[in-house]
């Protein structure tokens, strides 16, 4: 079983920050691309970011310059800073890793966390 939670979502004002975190925990022998994804009402799922484990990172052009990508490989965690949020960025943003569970396995299966809402606003 693997599991992805994700936490410290928020409300904050314009040009405010937050920082998400994000643990994947179970049995995991590797994870290779960690990243985050947020959903707006009415709008699919779209890629903020990602990071693979050698830590070159992947902007959308929306948030470059205001969102950084981090991990930590011992800590199988992935974290993001939003800076200077503006309301266009609220949205659930879920967190996803590409696992491979055993030593054996041969291909990285996609895991999702729940979710943690951002919401920027006055």
């Known amino acids: 079983q693997v599991q992805l939670v994700e936490s410290g979502g928020g409300l904050v004002q314009p040009g405010g920050s937050l920082r998400l975190s994000c643990a994947a925990s179970?049995?995991?022998?590797?994870?290779?691309?960690m990243g985050w994804y947020r959903q707006a009402p009415g709008k699919q799922r779209e890629l903020v970011a990602d990071?693979?484990?050698?830590?070159?990172?992947n902007y959308a052009d929306s948030v470059k310059g205001r969102f950084t990508i981090s991990r930590d490989n011992a800590k199988n965690m992935v974290y993001l800073q939003l800076n200077s949020l503006k309301p266009e960025d609220t949205a659930v943003y879920y967190c996803k890793a590409g696992i491979r569970r055993y030593i054996n396995d041969r291909i990285y299966t996609d895991y999702w966390g729940q979710g943690t809402q951002v919401t920027v606003s006055s």
């Open positions: 179970g049995s995991i022998f590797r994870i290779n691309v």
């Open positions: 990071i693979i484990s050698g830590g070159t990172s």
